[in-house]
């Protein structure tokens, strides 16, 4: 997913926002905790991709979301 691209996963890639201060990530080898741990050391997102994320949220996932007005 375009989300992930230059931050090997999304998981890495979710704690660009001030709004998450922790993800619960789950892992099933090594490769996924180490990707884990080089989640506070990604790059930030381009204001052009936090653009695009909160587009995709609007679009793809607000609908989906309990308790949202």
Request: charged fraction near 30%.
């Amino acid at each position: 997913m375009w989300i992930a691209e230059g931050r090997g996963s999304r998981a890495e890639a979710s704690l660009d926002y001030p709004e998450v201060t922790c993800i619960i990530p789950g892992f099933k080898n090594t490769r996924q905790v180490e990707q884990n741990l080089r989640a506070p050391h990604t790059p930030s997102f381009t204001q052009e991709e936090q653009e695009r994320v909160k587009a995709f949220y609007d679009e793809k996932v607000k609908q989906h979301i309990r308790g949202v007005y």
